[in-house]
């Protein structure tokens, strides 16, 4: 269990920079996600910490340890590969029994501790398959325990689940946090599935072109976006454009302008004050707006109902706002599903759910 | 492509095989077992081992293919990492060039080696220059080591086989695999023995099998150094006997079944298919940058090898420019007229026409059938495509010499293909020998251009109304175009440096084709050896063509030209 530390990491491949001056530390311990589109530079921050590239300038520390030139083999990390990347000439247990061997382990220790760790995985009895002969799934098992058995320092996940179908990655998400938490694990988890970072993450950075966009708690990063880009990789949400036009007789909330009328909203910074007349942008979930009437909140959205999807938990409309963009509404455990028509309707939200972003 | 075609393809291409690669082979084993009362004996192939000259010729044979293998491995496995994994100056270039050894046949370039280390070459005199060797007593090279020699001569020859084969598994592996070996504290040096090495195994294998029994059978090289001591020479030197002796017969036997022994062995030990190391690569591999001076290493590894192997060609070229050599460095004085008699010896230019022809028409046939069953074996789902497949790549796992032999026997007078011969003239036999050698080189090219391209291009085509033959000829055919080119183009170059069936089939000097033509200009007195170099030397110039415009065609799909 180590804290790592990154400092300035920079990063080209040929003229384009794939990684610009970036800073990180994680704690000892904590499940943290790297969040990005293809392409942000996720899996060449893990591969850097891993010890597969060198960057061309800036350091890694694991705990006080500079690690920055340190091979590898010699970093004690444990990973799992996207691919798995499993070795096709090994059965199971040689797959797993490698890295006890390579530090070199007595055979009893290697024999006890990789049925130990097939057992931790649900694979006990498997060790003599080879790998062809079993299912995806049981891959990217095989994957896990070969990473943790050799107890390693901190482990890295590069988009373990994503050649799985969708009910195994539910499953594989709450086992693999389990067994984090069970070891007290240092996790490094890349992936651009926003459900598996909200439903997993202690805490999370969000990536976009080689740069840290945001750090900070599900949570956190739910409501408060730091980014246009961030409110809508981390989940769906409707922009709206407008100019601050003052602070409101709520303390910490202010009045912004839009085509439509007057919103009213928060910050998604509490230490920013936007100044009258700068141009926003309003991040508002379709969750957080409603058909019903909200007698404490002065968001009115007066338009008509173009488009009804019924999803059964929930149901989503596309409302025309007069004068306004398209918005999502979304319906939680709907009663009355509205249909699509010319009639007038209106839909509210809440100040606290109008989050003003910097434009 | 509609399923009766499919069909008919597999039909013809089975009857065409059953005719023309199992029937010769049959045929030669049945001359090898036959008794001159037509009784099953096996009389012929015990005098093989009881005799003390073929059981020589055969150990010799074997020596000769184990370390010629274990040369050629130790020589291009490392240029194979290197290549794959390091970035030095000159790489691409290097790379290109490491096929040049293969331009020619190695028998010719046998020529220019016995230029070089005979006793009066260029070797001996370059040693008397420097004072290091006595004048009055030079080292006699070939004759005291002419086993090292042929042995040398083949490695310099057949290393690429490997080296391609080798080269593109290692590009073909997943980079993630030797990844989480180092993740699991695995240094580079035992990474490459636990976990390199063992995947690209089955691509190390194909190439050394092909090298081990090219070398075990090879008859030019050891017929040039004039050692008779191997089973191919054996063989050779007994048909000039009356054609009834059953011996040449039974030595083929012999070799055809330790080809297969040796093969099947290796292929025990070291081919298990299921450790291919395959599967999509999820991360890039990057090139690493070595430090300059190692970066320079690499690249005197390469060109020093290289250099070392187009020596032999070198002393060709010299040897066709030289109007005197003997006891010097490099020729005295040179001269253009070995070109300009070349061009007016009775063989060359009937040699030339005929090679040309023979070559072109098997090039065509080889194409039509290659074609076929790669498309047939890739993009059909009909019961016996792989066989069909594994069928056209047979005739890289059998000795050209027994093949040959195979023609032979089933030609004689009496037999059902007697007709073949058309008289004297060897035409139909050497093309439809050429065709069935070359077949592996177009097939695996073929296929590999019809892997590459998605077959839902074709069914658009269909959706929009095109009969399955024509969207084949209007999308398809089109796209794999260059593919087909290149294979065309080893397939000719190939057959026009054919060796065992030219030296067998063909018995008239008017029928002669390039291959023959050398070999008889050798051995005639006088300028011969000289005008043997400038047939050579185009040969050599047709062939380094048009391997690196294959090359450059098919990428790093080379490689798959040389695979069992």
């Known amino acids: 269990m180590v804290t790592i530390t990154i400092q300035e990491l920079t990063k080209r491949f040929g003229g384009s920079v794939v990684l610009s001056s970036v800073n990180l530390q994680i704690e000892a311990g904590e499940l943290f996600f790297l969040l990005g589109p293809s392409g942000c530079g996720k899996t060449t921050l893990l591969r850097h910490i891993a010890g597969f590239y060198t960057p061309d300038e800036g350091k890694i520390w694991f705990d006080d340890e500079d690690v920055t030139r340190l091979p590898a083999h010699k970093r004690g990390t444990g990973m799992m590969f996207q691919s798995y990347a499993l070795w096709p000439h090994l059965n199971v247990a040689q797959n797993v029994a490698f890295g006890l061997e390579e530090r070199k382990r007595p055979r009893k220790e290697i024999e006890h501790r990789v049925a130990e760790a097939l057992d931790q995985v649900k ?132 009045d912004v302008e839009t085509p439509f009328g007057m919103l009213r909203g928060r910050t998604n910074d509490s230490s920013w004050q936007p100044a009258p007349g700068q141009p926003v942008v309003l991040s508002i979930r379709p969750e957080a707006m409603t058909f019903a009437n909200l007698t404490d909140s002065p968001n009115r959205f007066p338009g008509h109902i173009v488009d009804t999807t019924y999803l059964g938990p929930t149901v989503q409309y596309l409302l025309q706002v007069q004068n306004g963009p398209l918005m999502k509404v979304c319906e939680i455990n709907p009663q009355e599903i509205r249909p699509p028509s010319q009639e007038e309707t209106r839909a509210m939200a809440g100040m606290n759910d109008v989050v003003i972003l910097r434009k | 492509m509609s399923k009766s075609l499919s069909i008919l393809i597999f039909l013809v291409m089975t009857a065409f095989f059953a005719c023309f690669f199992a029937y010769p082979i049959w045929a030669a084993l049945e001359a090898a077992f036959r008794g001159p009362d037509h009784k099953f004996t096996l009389e012929y192939i015990s005098e093989v081992f009881l005799n003390e000259l073929y059981r020589e010729g055969l150990w010799n044979s074997f020596i000769i293919a184990v370390w010629t293998t274990l040369g050629s491995l130790a020589i291009a496995l490392p240029l194979a990492v290197c290549y794959v994994r390091f970035a030095f100056p000159g790489r691409a270039l290097l790379n290109s060039l490491v096929l040049m050894p293969m331009i020619l046949p190695p028998f010719v370039g046998a020529i220019g080696i016995k230029a070089m280390l005979g006793q009066a070459g260029a070797l001996n005199s370059l040693l008397i220059n420097l004072g290091l060797m006595d004048a009055m007593h030079p080292t006699d090279w070939l004759g005291q080591q002419r086993m090292l020699g042929i ?69 030019g090289v050891p017929l040039l150094f004039d050692y008779d001591r191997v089973t191919a020479v054996q063989v050779f030197r007994s048909i000039n006997d009356l054609s009834g002796n059953p011996f040449p017969y039974a030595l083929v036997t012999v070799m055809l079944v330790f080809s297969t022994l040796f093969y099947l062995t290796s292929k025990l030990f070291f081919g298990n298919s299921s450790a291919s190391g395959g599967g999509r690569a999820t991360t890039g591999r990057e090139t690493i940058k070595l430090p300059v001076w190692l970066g320079w290493a690499c690249t005197a590894f390469f060109a020093g090898v290289t250099f070392l192997a187009v020596l032999p060609h070198l002393g060709v070229v010299l040897l066709s420019f030289s109007k005197d050599w003997y006891g010097t460095v490099i020729p005295h004085s040179l001269t253009l007229t070995h070109y300009h008699d070349a061009l007016g010896h009775e063989l060359t230019l009937s040699s030339i026409a005929n090679s040309l022809k023979y070559s072109a028409l098997a090039m065509l046939v080889a194409l039509i059938l290659g074609i076929g069953v790669a498309y047939v074996s890739v993009r059909t789902r009909i019961w016996g495509r792989q066989i069909l497949d594994a069928m056209a790549m047979l005739p890289l796992a059998v000795p050209g010499i027994v093949m040959a032999f195979g023609y032979l026997a089933m030609t004689r007078e009496g037999q059902p293909f007697h007709w073949l011969m058309l008289g004297e003239d060897p035409l139909l036999l050497l093309v439809i020998a050429y065709a069935v050698r070359r077949l592996p080189y177009v097939v695996r090219s073929a296929a590999a251009g019809f892997q590459q391209v998605s077959p839902t291009l074709e069914e658009a085509a269909q959706n929009l109304g095109a009969r399955p033959e024509k969207a084949l000829w209007r999308i398809t055919l089109p796209l794999v175009a260059p593919n087909l080119v290149a294979g065309g183009l080893l397939a000719f170059s190939f057959a026009m440096l054919e060796v065992s069936d030219s030296m067998i089939l063909a018995q008239q000097a008017a029928h002669f084709p390039i291959t023959k033509a050398i070999y008889s200009l050798v051995l005639s007195l006088g300028s011969g050896p000289n005008l043997a170099s400038a047939l050579g030397v185009w040969a050599m110039i047709f062939l380094a063509v048009t391997i690196l415009g294959a090359g450059v065609i098919l990428g790093k799909k080379l490689g798959a030209l040389f695979r069992v």
């Not at chain 1, 482990?155 to 069970?182: F, G, V, Y």
């Not at chain 1, 739910?222 to 709206?240: D, K, L, Q, S």
């Open chain 1, 123 to 254: 694979l006990d009895g498997l060790g003599s398959r080879k790998i062809q002969q079993l299912s995806g799934g049981q891959q990217q098992r095989v994957a896990l325990a070969r990473a943790l058995v050799i107890r390693p320092k901190c482990l890295l996940l590069d988009e373990p689940l994503s050649n799985l179908d969708a009910k195994l990655r539910l499953e594989m998400r709450t086992e693999i946090r389990h067994i984090c938490k069970q070891h007290g694990l240092t996790a490094i988890y890349v992936t651009h599935d926003r459900d598996e970072a909200l439903s997993m993450a202690d805490r999370m950075a969000i990536m976009e072109v080689g740069k840290l966009v945001q750090v900070g708690t599900p949570t956190e990063v739910y409501r408060n976006p730091a980014t246009r880009m961030v409110a809508e990789f981390i989940g769906e949400t409707n922009f709206v454009e407008g100019r601050t036009l003052r602070e409101s007789s709520w303390a910490g909330f202010f």
């Open chain 2, 151 to 219: 042995i040398i001569m083949e490695v310099l020859h057949l290393y690429p086989i490997i080296y391609l084969n080798a080269a593109a598994a290692l590009s073909n592996l997943d980079p993630a695999l030797e990844e989480a070996a180092a993740n699991l504290g695995c240094n580079a040096w035992s990474r490459f023995w636990r976990v390199t090495l063992p995947l690209i195994m089955p691509g190390v294998f194909a190439g050394g099998t092909i090298v081990f029994v090219w070398s075990f059978t090879e008859m």
